[in-house]
Nanobody, 123 residues
């Protein structure tokens, strides 16, 4: 069964850090692009944040988070991470772990995603 389960969200002050984790089950890292998308409160539109390419393991980032966020994986543990530093109030959103055979940034249409974890950044 394919499953993505996020954890690690919370409340943090601007300038602070959080690390999100995603337990990845039933997906082949060599077949699926796996990453993070987010949805800000009251917004219908989601934003692609970052992903690891299945083809060669390259990490990609949205311009809004590049230099502040780092995506990584531990394939032996079936885990995906998102280290978020220098958080800003505009990073406040529900963060979803997502997987898709073809999707890349800036696409937000990923076939699989988890339930999400809330990140709130106070000013």
């Amino acid at each position: 069964e394919k499953q993505l389960v996020e954890s690690g969200g919370g409340l943090v002050q601007a300038g602070g850090s959080l690390r999100l984790s995603c337990t990845v089950s039933g997906f082949s890292w060599s077949d699926y692009n796996i990453g993070w998308i987010r949805q800000a409160p009251g917004q219908k539109k989601r934003e692609g944040v970052s992903f690891i390419a299945s083809s060669d393991g390259t990490a990609y980032y949205a311009k809004s988070v590049k230099g502040r966020f780092t995506i990584s994986s531990d394939k032996s543990k079936n885990m995906l991470y998102l280290q978020m530093n220098d958080l800003k109030p505009e990073d406040t959103a529900v963060y979803f772990c997502a997987a898709d055979l073809l999707a890349t940034l800036p696409s937000v249409h990923w076939d699989y995603r988890g339930q999400g974890t809330q990140v709130t950044v106070s000013s």
